[in-house]
């Protein structure tokens, strides 16, 4: 009994600890502290609605994990009722992708890949993310860098560091794993950076969506507008528009260029190519293997394929200049036609830089002398950069033109022309042959939309090793021209002969040549003074001729004047002298009459005349030469005497005979 008794005070202190317990731990359910880097879900134990009907969040309150997630602060709960499920803020670091899984929502459609993201609404509110019909499963929308409050019993993130969720399954564990390393393996985690000096583009292929139409290989660009907000995807970044604008599944058309995308991996994976180059000198022909059926533009002439505008499908009949394009090779091939010239060679050791040769051979041979040589060729080839197009049509590449049309045409031409010819005429008339060649086979290279710019060839070789008959040939050539050239050397020397011994006769002058140089000199000093003046002779004779013809004319001028002058005074003078001869006839006359006779007259007129001649004159009147006759016999007389004779031979009227006259000095 005392036993008891003692024992009273320690249960009394025990039940108090119980209770004081107990009261703690329902306090504890009821308050409870979330840091404010922290979220809570919150799972609802029991509820008078009972549980949820279907899915996993409790929308109308029912028990089941709550759609609304607690942030950092104190809550107070109904005892027994809640449990929080502590979690961190879900991270997405700085240039990395989040990718989300819904754990309930609608189900997906059969073409869907992913979910469908509600407009408007964010992962950060799973109410209305359920309530506007959101989609469990993997979804289209990622999230950026940044901190995110989600509610992760409704939500898993996966990121490349860890999965941000609330653990319920294994099995769901397993297969956010496999989800991981499929983004993984897809670069998903970070976006596409594609740089500018790397010269690549992005082929993107769409894994949700409608699938393409029967026949078709590449969607077709969609939703690439701008002032259409509602379809435009900002290239892949927002799948929910793109396939608003009604996008494909598969490759798409449209490629990235430099920047850098943010495209979830699960909707779109990114295959980096080259960009299509066509370098100076080359033109690109596009074959498009999408795009619209379009119209021929070849024209009616030409009857080898068809040509359709550039962006439909076929060959495009504009060809890409030289330049960089962000071309898709899934959508079309790009066939490089170089547009500067080209050299094609027939010859096995030699291939060309653009290598459409490599598959060529020397022509075989067979000549009129029934020789069977090789003949190495080379052709000069240009494509005009319009007909390129043309080109690629008809024959595909370039390499099957060389391989199925020039290389058969070329080498029957020069089977042809080695069968007029025998091997010597082969040889010796090559440059004819090329020149033949380079004129006959541009018209056929014509038919091709090719422009042959010249054609080479080479000296014939043997078809087999060992063959030495054309070398046997050349010999013979050799040896003749050996002696063509030893006829050529003699005919030289003869001349050589010849021009020394002028080259002697060229010195001997050469000796004499000083002298000779002088008397040139000489001769040409003469010449030269003998042309001057002749030169100043004849302009001094031309100055007088001028002068004289002056005078002549200023003399004639003053003769007439002159003549009119004297002709009048003559007149003048004739008229006095005429009445003053018929006043000196008259006179006369009267004279004579009075004198006796004329004779009587002409006397005395004498005798007058010659007293006044002694008188002006002062002669003497007996002259210190006597006159006398020829006969010598001393007879003499002087002036006088005759002049008497001459009065009394008149006055007698007897004849006067002449004598002899001699002239003797007298003497003093």
């Known amino acids: 009994m005392s036993n008891v008794l003692a024992l009273g005070p320690l249960v009394g202190s025990a039940l108090f600890v119980v209770l004081v317990a107990a009261a703690f731990v329902a306090l504890s359910g009821m308050v409870r502290y979330i840091g404010n880097t922290r979220v809570a879900v919150v799972e609802k134990l029991w509820s008078r609605r009972g549980s949820i009907a279907g899915g996993l969040i409790a929308l109308k309150e029912e028990a089941g994990f709550q759609p609304d997630v607690l942030r950092g602060g104190l809550h107070f709960f109904f005892p027994f009722q809640y449990r929080l499920h502590v979690q961190t803020l879900v991270t997405i670091p700085q240039g990395r992708i989040g990718y989300v899984f819904a754990r309930d929502g609608a189900p997906l459609q059969a073409d869907q890949a992913l979910a469908t993201h509600p407009e408007g609404v964010d992962f950060q509110n799973a109410r209305a993310f359920l309530e506007a019909g959101g989609q469990k499963g993997p979804q289209r929308k990622i999230l950026r860098e940044g901190a995110y409050a989600i509610n992760l019993a409704q939500f898993v993130v996966v990121t490349k560091d860890r999965t941000f969720a609330l653990s319920l399954d294994r ?62 995807h900002n290239s892949f970044q927002e799948a929910g528009k793109f396939l608003a604008a009604g996008g494909r599944k598969g490759r798409q058309l449209q490629v990235l260029v430099e920047g850098t995308y943010y495209i979830n991996r699960l909707f779109a994976t990114v295959e980096r190519i080259n960009k299509t180059v066509v370098e100076v000198g080359q033109v690109g022909v596009v074959v498009s293997y999408t795009g619209a059926l379009g119209a021929d533009t070849s024209g009616e002439g030409y009857r080898h394929g068809e040509l359709v505008a550039n962006g439909e499908r076929g060959v495009w009949r504009d060809p890409l200049l030289p330049g960089k394009y962000a071309f898709n090779t899934y959508a079309g091939r790009v066939t490089m036609v170089p547009t500067t010239n080209f050299i094609l060679k027939w010859e096995t050791m030699a291939v060309g830089s653009h290598k459409f040769d490599e598959n060529l051979a020397e022509v075989s041979l067979i000549t009129r002398d029934a020789f069977e040589p090789t003949l190495p060729v080379s052709v000069v080839v240009h494509i005009d950069y319009r007909k390129a197009p043309l080109v690629i049509q008809r024959f595909g590449d370039i390499k099957k033109l060389v391989e199925q049309t020039l290389d058969p045409m070329v080498s029957a031409y020069f089977k042809n022309i080695g069968q007029t010819r025998t091997l010597i005429e082969l040889l010796q008339d090559r440059s004819a042959i090329q020149g033949q060649s380079s004129e006959e086979m541009k018209a056929k290279f014509g038919l091709y939309n090719l422009e ?37 050397t003699y005919e030289r020397q003869k001349f050589a002969a010849q021009k020394e011994r002028e080259l002697r006769e060229a010195e001997a002058l050469a000796k004499q040549q000083t002298a000779i140089t002088e008397s040139q000199l000489s001769i040409q000093v003469q010449q030269n003074a003998g042309k001057a003046n002749l030169a100043r002779s004849e302009q001094e004779a031309q100055q007088r001729r001028t002068l004289a013809k002056a005078e002549a004319d200023a003399t004639r001028l003053l003769g007439e004047g002159e003549a009119g002058k004297v002709v009048a005074l003559a007149r003048a003078e004739a008229e006095r002298v005429t009445k003053v001869g018929l006043a000196t006839a008259e006179a006369i006359a009267s004279q004579v009459e009075a004198s006796g006779g004329a004779r009587y007259q002409l006397a005395r007129q004498v005798a007058e005349r010659f007293a006044e001649a002694l008188e002006t004159s002062g002669v003497d009147v007996v002259p210190k030469v006597q006159i006398s006759g020829a006969g010598g016999d001393g007879a003499s007389g002087g002036v006088m005497q005759a002049l008497l004779t001459l009065l009394m031979s008149e006055k007698l009227g007897l004849a006067v005979e002449a004598a002899p006259v001699r002239y003797e000095e007298e003497q003093a």
């Open 171 to 232: 099995d769901e564990a397993a297969l956010l794993a496999q989800m991981s390393e499929i983004i993984e393996e897809r670069g998903g985690f970070e976006p596409v950076v594609i740089k500018d000096a790397d010269d690549q583009i992005g082929v993107i292929t769409v894994h949700d969506g409608p699938g393409l139409a029967s026949g078709e290989l590449i969607a077709p660009l969609v939703g690439g507008d701008p002032d259409d907000p509602a379809t435009f």
């Open 452 to 488: 042959l710019q010249e054609v080479l060839i080479g000296t014939p070789r043997p078809s087999a090793s060992g063959d030495d008959q054309i070398e046997k040939i050349l010999t013979q050539l050799r040896q003749r021209q050996i002696a063509d050239e030893q006829v050529g």
